[in-house]
């Protein structure tokens, strides 16, 4: 689909007119209508007011003309995949989780590489096969390329150990020991939760980046854990053995 054609569907989508798109990213009524008969193209600055308006990315708007991958885990993104900055807007060089709120959650390649092992490893390709290929395709990436300048947060990095050993010395009993958090954003945190009159509530928010775990038996036992916290709770979720509804219980930080 083409520029004109794709900014014409989302405006219609919205249900607005040609005068209060105009309106609403600050130019004439006369340039909508340029745009959608393919006379023009929004600027950059149009663009990226269009991307927030619409919630598309740029590339969306622009009508797909390139598949964007993450810099940093090299996954194929759409726009339900990618990263936010601090303000809300998209930033396309990465996916939401390995890039949220301005933090890049990543600065030790082994680290990714056993997250991404755990989610890629299928069928038709063993945990070797997959480990070789991603220590051979994420140095290509241009995250890990330019690590020196982008990563390595020192504070970020204290800030995760720090919250670590508050959540190892709540001494839940059968939890497994937190040895990393990933960033946990979407579908990963929007935990249902069932009230005492029998509705069902999602108890975080799922436009939201927490740090936490994604479920892990005891070992031995019958439950698996996970965790999800920020600087002001500790949220712990037990499932039984049989995929019962999940138990949640809430830390409050100091």
């Known amino acids: 689909m083409e520029t004109k054609d794709m900014i014409y569907e989302l405006r219609t989508k919205m249900g607005l007119s040609q005068d209060a798109l105009a309106s609403k990213v600050f130019v004439t009524r006369q340039a909508v209508s340029r745009w959608e008969n393919g006379d023009t193209v929004p600027n950059t600055d149009t663009l990226k007011l269009l991307s927030n308006l619409f919630d598309v990315s740029i590339n969306t708007i622009?009508?797909?003309?390139?598949?964007?991958?993450?810099?940093?885990?090299?996954?194929p993104l759409e726009d339900?995949?990618?990263?936010?900055?601090?303000?809300?807007?998209?930033?396309?060089d990465y996916c939401k989780w390995c890039y949220?709120?301005?933090?890049?959650?990543?600065?030790?390649?082994?680290d990714l590489i056993e997250v991404c092992v755990k989610n890629m490893v299928d069928e038709k390709h063993t945990e070797d096969e997959v480990r070789v290929?991603?220590?051979?395709?994420?140095?290509?990436?241009?995250y890990w390329k330019r690590y020196k300048e982008l990563g390595g947060d020192?504070?970020?990095?204290?800030?995760?150990?720090?919250?670590?050993?508050?959540?190892?010395?709540?001494?839940?009993?059968?939890?497994p020991k937190v040895e990393k958090l990933n960033a946990l954003v979407g579908?990963?945190?929007?935990?249902?939760?069932?009230l005492p009159n029998g509705s069902v509530v999602r108890f975080l928010d799922g436009n939201t980046?927490?740090?936490?775990?994604?479920?892990?038996?005891?070992?031995g036992g019958d439950r698996c854990f996970g965790v999800a916290a920020n600087m002001d709770f500790i949220l712990v979720c037990t499932?039984?053995?049989?995929?019962?509804?999940?138990?949640?219980?809430?830390?409050?930080?100091?």
Not at 80 to 92: A, K, T, W
Not at 133 to 142: G, H, I, N, R
């Open 62 to 75: 622009l009508g797909s003309p390139r598949q964007l991958y993450c810099q940093c885990c090299g996954m």
């Open 80 to 92: 339900s995949m990618i990263s936010r900055e601090r303000d809300g807007s998209m930033n396309e």
């Open 100 to 110: 949220a709120d301005g933090q890049y959650m990543y600065s030790d390649m082994d």
């Open 133 to 142: 290929y991603l220590k051979d395709m994420l140095p290509q990436l241009d």
């Open 154 to 175: 020192s504070a970020f990095e204290e800030f995760k150990e720090k919250l670590i050993g508050e959540i190892n010395a709540l001494g839940i009993e059968g939890m």
């Open 187 to 194: 579908s990963y945190i929007d935990l249902p939760y069932r």
């Open 209 to 219: 980046t927490y740090l936490g775990t994604q479920l892990e038996c005891e070992f």
């Open 239 to 254: 499932y039984g053995e049989n995929g019962s509804d999940p138990e949640l219980v809430l830390y409050k930080k100091r």
